[in-house]
């Protein structure tokens, strides 16, 4: 499988073994092993009633297959070239808002970042949870945002409920904001105490890629070493 967009025509809906239900996905996600290691998972649709219908690596293919194939839900990964996960649902909103056929989002990322969490949210996802979650779990967030629910992993709702609690806009970090969303991910990891081969295994990157961002990473916030680093992390509460 490349990592090139894939689409399938509509089909008819067809009964699962989810009690008859069933429900078309798209799956959008850079990593082409993640892709297909989901598909096998959640995919065998006379067993889970989750038929995948397409795939994308980044956000114009994203755009496009979701255009095409008009899903149900979307798994959508908050990371992603090109703009990401934000900028899917930005140009998907006449699709999430149909109200005969409406798309529906949930956001399936490594990251557990608050900012990500509030981010998709905010831009119309459904739900949020995280790469941790299991096959069985995960078809049944499906079912439960195609029914209209939101679903979250487990302490992410935290985050949105005090997000919308709020009446004030977030304050801006201006040294957080010249970071990528790559490198954001790479420094909270470093900050946890990951190893850089660890890093590079979870973001299914290269140990010298791994290395590159940290080295933007402590070029931009002027930072000398992987302690400092943490400290900066741990004071703004990203760990």
């Known amino acids: 499988m490349s990592d090139t967009t894939e689409t399938n025509e509509p089909a008819e809906p067809t009964g699962g073994s989810a009690g008859g239900h069933h429900v078309r996905v798209v799956l959008v996600d850079d990593h082409r092993m993640f892709r297909t290691g989901v598909q096998a998972e959640i995919g065998r649709t006379d067993e889970t009633g989750v038929e995948v219908v397409g795939e994308a690596a980044d956000v114009d293919q994203a755009v496009t297959v979701i255009t095409a194939t008009r899903p149900e839900v979307v798994l959508l990964d908050v990371h992603l070239p090109g703009g990401g996960g934000v900028e899917v649902l930005r140009r998907c909103a006449p699709l999430m808002s149909d109200a005969e056929q409406p798309v529906r989002f949930l956001a399936l990322s490594v990251s557990d970042a608050a900012e990500d969490v509030i981010g998709v949210i905010r831009g119309g996802a459904r739900g949020y949870?995280?790469?941790?979650?299991?096959g069985t779990d995960l078809v049944n967030s499906?079912?439960?945002?195609?029914?209209?629910?939101?679903?979250?992993?487990?302490?992410?709702?935290?985050?949105?409920?005090?997000?919308?609690?709020?009446?004030?806009?977030?304050?801006?970090?201006?040294?957080?904001?010249?970071?990528?969303?790559?490198?954001?991910?790479?420094?909270?990891?470093?900050?946890?105490?990951?190893?850089?081969?660890?890093?590079?295994?979870?973001?299914?990157?290269?140990?010298?890629?791994?290395?590159?961002?940290?080295?933007?990473?402590?070029?931009?916030?002027?930072?000398?070493?992987?302690?400092?680093?943490?400290?900066?992390?741990?004071?703004r509460r990203l760990v």
Request: proline share 3%; no cysteine.
């Open 129 to 134: 949870v995280t790469k941790t979650i299991t």
């Open 142 to 235: 499906i079912f439960r945002v195609q029914e209209g629910d939101a679903v979250f992993s487990p302490r992410l709702a935290g985050f949105v409920l005090d997000a919308f609690a709020s009446t004030d806009a977030p304050p801006v970090d201006e040294d957080l904001d010249r970071l990528t969303q790559r490198e954001r991910e790479v420094l909270r990891l470093i900050a946890r105490g990951y190893a850089y081969k660890e890093i590079a295994k979870q973001l299914f990157i290269s140990v010298k890629t791994v290395e590159s961002h940290v080295s933007a990473v402590l070029r931009k916030l002027q930072l000398s070493n992987r302690h400092e680093l943490t400290r900066w992390a741990t004071a």
